[in-house]
Nanobody
Framework: QVQLVESGGGLVQAGGSLRLSCAAS????????WGWFRQAPGKEREFVGA????????LYGDFVKGRFTISRDNAKNMVYLEMNSLKPEDTAVYYC??????????????????WGQGTQVTVST
């Protein structure tokens, strides 16, 4: 059974930083893209960013504007989301996702087959 588990969420003041982690178990994703999405109350799930299988390419949502960085550790079967200069509008539940097909890199949720349960990020003013 494949499981993705996020960690690292919490409450932070505006301008602060958080690092989210996502660990996979049940299968290896060393040849697969990872994605991060978020969903705020009353809003649709939003693409945050994605990283290719070897980390050589990253894509980010327009709102990121250089504040977030995705990285991965294939040896640990993990992906990370480093978030800096956080704003109150970044408040949301953040989800990691893994593409079941190797060598892809998707911008939308439809590309991702496995999802974590989400971790809450709250940014206060």
């Amino acid at each position: 059974q494949v499981q993705l588990v996020e960690s690292g969420g919490g409450l932070v003041q505006a301008g602060g930083s958080l690092r989210l982690s996502c660990a996979a178990s049940g299968r290896t994703f060393s040849r697969n893209a990872w994605g991060w999405f978020r969903q705020a109350p009353g809003k649709e799930r939003e693409f945050v960013g994605a990283i290719s299988w070897n980390g050589g390419r990253q894509l980010y949502g327009d709102f990121v504007k250089g504040r977030f960085t995705i990285s991965r550790d294939n040896a640990k079967n993990m992906v990370y989301l480093e978030m800096n200069s956080l704003k109150p509008e970044d408040t949301a539940v953040y989800y990691c996702a893994a593409d079941g097909t190797p060598y892809g890199l998707g911008l939308t949720a439809i590309y991702y087959d496995y999802w974590g349960q989400g971790t809450q990020v709250t940014v206060s003013t």
